[in-house]
């Protein structure tokens, strides 16, 4: 079950609010475990046991490390066993395919794989679970004592399909002390509602021009097609994941819980340092202070920081997904912002405004072309397409054909990804907001009543 269906709009989410607002306040939290394993549930029921292990082995292990007159050896232990327990899991069902294909490759062995599905937001739920174990040992966070709650924490289904990945550090307050009411639950339509058309609207509209290209054989494209293709995936993606990161907030301001930004319009970042400083926020600051910092940070010299801004990517890359194009999709990023650390940025600054923000967004494109097609081959010929090294011309008619059929809804996309001033201005909504809010929830609707073209992304994270 995905925000963006019928399904859990009309059936799904009405029945979870009612039966929340209809309980009373000490059974909230159990009303939210129960419905979120119920939304896990939906499409491969048997993992909800993977989700129950992971979160009674962080529970139990949290309990361990709140014992009183442990050695700081002890609890160094504990919290190696809970990580080891979560990236075993989260490993055997992400990445086991991967490790067989390759030693098969490499040593001529036929390993049957295990063609296990896996399962949906297992990568944020294991992130998650892992910070809990982590701030309880550096003492940033309380151990909870009450398995509900914590329960709560892990399988909230708000944020457990596509993030924003959230720690536990963040709304341990909350989970046992929040306060709902209308201006709060008005905003949480008001910011689920442009989420959904963001990724109604914009995201799988523009995903069709991306489909149609990416089907298309590279060698065959010309330059204009190919760079307006890779246009298209960065506008699906931007906005098929702050969407759901909207839905997500929204979501959860309806039940009283406040989640942290995920995105902070990136495509208008001046350097790829920027913009990693506005995409997936939750991400990024996960790596930063569960893995960058513990290595060492900044703090152990150049070679040190070097090393460990590359293991941060190598991990960023691998945690997408379980593929050689995810890696080198990490490592691409992880050279540049070495460069611009020490080099790039100094020279950056120097020249005009518009020429940074063309180097940036040149340098994501070619990173979404990494990120996008698992094959090798399908990378070299599509970025050789970019390039014009295809023998392909500047552009035909299918380019002319595919520009004048998007060119509205590439301005529509264009301006929703630039800053804008609040709207609206004041707490409190106007008649008009309610009504073109109310129009976006419509058309987002009707369209979700015809579609036939409604991805998912996130399957492999």
């Keep these: 079950m995905v925000f963006s269906s019928l399904l859990f709009l009309f059936l799904f989410l009405p029945a979870v609010l009612a039966l929340y607002y209809c309980s009373p306040r000490r059974i909230r939290n159990l009303i939210l475990f129960l419905t979120s394993l119920v939304f896990y549930a939906w499409g491969e029921p048997i993992y909800i046991v993977i989700m129950l292990v992971s979160t009674l082995t962080d529970y139990s292990f949290g309990l361990l490390l709140d014992r009183p007159n442990l050695t700081s050896l002890k609890r160094k232990w504990i919290v190696a066993c809970s990580i080891i327990v979560n990236l075993a899991l989260l490993s055997y069902f992400k990445y086991a395919d991967f490790l067989i294909q390759n ?17 949906i937001g297992i990568s944020f739920y294991t992130f998650q679970s892992m910070s809990y174990i982590i701030d309880v040992y550096r003492g940033t966070a309380k151990a909870q004592r009450n398995w509900i709650d914590f329960g709560t924490f892990v399988a909230l289904f ?23 009411n ?39 494209l010309t330059v204009l097609t190919a760079w307006l293709g890779i246009i298209a995936f960065a506008f699906q993606i931007y906005f098929d994941f702050s969407g759901y990161s909207d839905m997500a907030i929204g979501l959860g301001l309806m039940f009283g819980f406040r989640f942290n930004e995920n995105f902070n319009k990136p495509y208008i970042a001046q350097s ?190």
């Design 182 to 220: 209308i201006k709060m639950f008005a905003e949480g339509v008001r910011r689920f509602t442009i989420g959904l058309a963001k990724k109604v609207l914009l995201a799988n509209n523009i995903g069709l021009l991306w489909d149609t290209i990416s089907n298309t054989n590279p060698d065959s």
């Design 158 to 180: 708000p944020q457990l399909v596509a993030g924003p990945i959230v720690k536990y550090s963040t709304i341990a307050e909350q989970l046992h002390k929040r306060t709902e």
């Design 272 to 461: 790829i340092t920027d913009f990693w400083r506005r995409w997936h926020i939750s991400l990024g600051s996960w790596f930063r202070e569960y893995v960058y910092i513990p290595l060492g940070g900044n703090r152990r010299g150049l070679v040190i920081q070097m090393r460990n801004i590359l293991i941060v990517w190598l991990l960023t890359g691998f945690w997408h997904g379980a593929s050689w194009n995810f890696i080198a999709w990490g490592l691409y990023f992880g050279v540049i912002l070495l460069m611009e650390k020490w080099v790039g940025l100094k020279l950056l600054f120097r020249l005009p405004r518009w020429t940074r923000h063309v180097y940036a967004l040149v340098l994501i494109l070619i990173g979404w072309v990494l990120f996008v097609f698992d094959q090798p081959s399908l990378i070299l010929s599509y970025l050789s397409a970019m390039a014009g090294l295809n023998h392909q011309a500047l552009w035909n008619n299918d380019t002319l054909y595919f520009f004048y059929t998007n060119i509205i809804l590439l301005l529509i996309l264009i301006i929703a990804s630039l800053p804008k001033k609040q709207w609206p201005r004041k707490n409190e909504l106007s008649f008009l907001h309610l009504v073109w809010y109310g129009f976006l929830f419509f058309l987002s609707v009707s369209y979700l009543v015809d579609a036939t073209f409604n991805p998912f992304l996130y399957f492999r994270f």
């Design 103 to 119: 030693v098969n490759t490499l040593l001529g062995t036929s390993i049957p794989l295990t063609d296990l599905p896996l399962p």
